[in-house]
C-alpha cells in the first residue's frame, strides 16, 4: 500500500495514515519485552527446575558450569548472551525492535520526531556488524538442541514419547528453521558469486543458497515462532519439575 507522504521527518507519531499501523509493533513490543522479563527471571531460578525426565530447558543447556568447578552461577547466565546476541543483530530482529521498541521509524509513513539516522556506525547499533559470529556460535546450540531432542524419547523405562517431547521437538524445529534462514549464512554460502557453474564447489553451493532462499522467505515467521517454542519449552520443564503441570505419556 502506498502512502503519500514518507513521515520520517514528521513530529513524533504524525502520519496521514488512517489505518492501524500501531497494532503490529504494539504487539511486537509487548512479546519482546514479555520474554525478555520471563527469560531474565528464568535465568535466576534454582537450576533443578531446569530438568524434568527426560526433558532439559533449553535456556540451561550446554552447562558450561561443569568445566568450571566451583562455579556456583545459573548455566543459563553463561550461555543466554548468545541466543539473545543472535536475535539483537538479526536483519530481521533488527526491524522488529526498531519499529516495536526503539519506535524509530515506528512504522512506514509515521514521523520518528527529530532524531538523526546516523547508521551502524557506533555503539550499540555498530554491534550488529557482528552478526555471522554469533551465527556460528548459535549453530553449536543447534547441534545441541537436536541432542536434547533424542534424549526427550529416553525415559528411565526405555523409549517413549510424552507432550514434552512434541513441546522440545517444537522448539528444535522451528530453531534449526530459524537459524538456518539466516539472511547471513545465506550471503556465506552464495555471496559474492556471479557464477556459479565458475565457482568452486558452484552446483552444491547453489543447490545450498537456493534452499536457504526458500527458508530466508519465512525467516520473519521462523524468528516467532522460534522464540514463543523456546520459552514455552522451558515453563513447560519448569512446570513439571515443580509438580504443577503433569507431562502425559503417549508409549
Avoid at 527469560?39 to 568445566?67: C, H, K, M, N
Wanted: charged share 15%; net charge positive.
Amino acid at each position: 500500500m502506498a502512502y503519500p507522504v514518507p513521515g520520517t521527518r514528521e513530529p513524533f507519531l504524525a502520519t496521514r495514515r488512517q489505518d492501524t499501523w500501531w497494532v503490529v509493533p504494539l504487539v511486537m513490543a509487548t512479546a519482546f519485552i514479555a520474554f525478555i522479563a520471563y527469560a531474565s527471571w528464568a535465568a535466576f531460578q534454582p537450576v533443578e527446575y531446569s530438568r524434568f525426565g527426560p526433558y532439559i530447558s533449553p535456556f540451561f543447556s550446554p552447562d558450561l558450569t561443569r568445566f568450571v568447578p566451583g562455579l556456583g552461577w545459573s548455566p543459563a547466565l553463561l550461555i543466554l548472551w548468545i541466543p539473545a546476541g543472535f536475535r539483537l543483530t538479526c536483519y530481521y530482529g533488527r526491524k522488529a525492535y526498531y519499529r516495536s521498541l526503539t519506535m524509530s521509524p515506528p512504522a512506514c509513513a509515521v514521523g520518528k520526531g527529530q532524531r538523526d539516522y546516523k547508521g551502524e556506525r557506533a555503539l550499540p547499533w555498530v554491534l550488529n556488524n557482528i552478526h555471522r559470529y554469533f551465527l556460528y556460535l548459535v549453530t553449536i546450540f543447534v547441534i545441541f538442541h537436536w541432542i536434547h531432542l533424542l534424549d526427550a524419547f529416553r525415559f528411565d523405562d526405555g523409549i517413549g514419547m510424552g507432550l514434552g517431547t512434541l513441546v522440545v521437538s517444537a522448539d528444535t524445529v522451528f530453531l534449526s528453521l530459524y537459524v538456518f534462514s539466516c539472511h547471513s549464512l545465506r550471503h556465506m554460502v552464495g555471496g559474492k558469486i556471479d557464477c556459479y557453474s565458475c565457482a568452486a564447489a558452484g552446483v552444491t553451493r547453489h543447490k545450498l543458497w537456493t534452499g536457504i532462499s526458500i527458508l530466508n522467505d519465512r525467516h520473519n515467521v521462523y524468528f516467532w515462532c522460534s522464540l514463543f517454542t523456546v520459552g514455552f519449552a522451558d515453563v513447560y520443564v519448569r512446570m513439571c519439575a515443580m509438580g504443577v503441570w503433569h507431562d502425559v505419556r503417549f508409549f
